[in-house]
């Protein structure tokens, strides 16, 4: 089992950056693919970005290409997502979520393992 907590989430103006980070311990971090998730007020939680147990496939969705970039330090037992750029619309809870390698990956699935979740709030 994998224990997940999130940090860097807080206040930014509209064009800030931000990074969050998502701290893994219990099992090596190498056995996990990880993924950032976000849920607006009133709104379904929706996939951010998702990354797998090397670091060498990702994903991110088209909403935040070129904006956000998701990485992982294994060394660090640490998930990155690096967010540029913001705009009002990016303001959610994000949660980090972890899931067994198993053999393939897909940024799609089942993530058993949940953080508690950082709060970004974008102002315009």
């Known amino acids: 089992q994998v224990h997940l907590v999130e940090s860097g989430g807080g206040l930014v103006q509209a064009g800030g950056s931000l990074r969050l980070s998502c701290a893994a311990s219990g099992r090596p971090f190498s056995f996990y693919d990880m993924a950032w998730f976000r849920q607006a007020p009133g709104k379904e939680r929706e996939s951010v970005a998702a990354?797998?147990?090397?670091?060498?496939?990702?994903y991110h969705a088209n909403s935040i290409k070129g904006r956000f970039t998701i990485s992982r330090d294994n060394a660090k037992n640490t998930a990155y997502l690096q967010m540029n750029s913001l705009k009002p619309e990016d303001t959610a809870i994000y949660y980090c979520?972890?899931?067994?390698?198993?053999?393939?990956?897909?940024?799609?699935?089942?993530?058993?393992?949940w953080g508690q979740g950082t709060q970004v709030t974008v102002s315009s």
């Open positions: 990354i797998n147990w090397s670091g060498s496939q990702t």
């Open positions: 979520a972890a899931r067994p390698y198993d053999g393939s990956w897909s940024p799609s699935g089942v993530y058993p393992y």
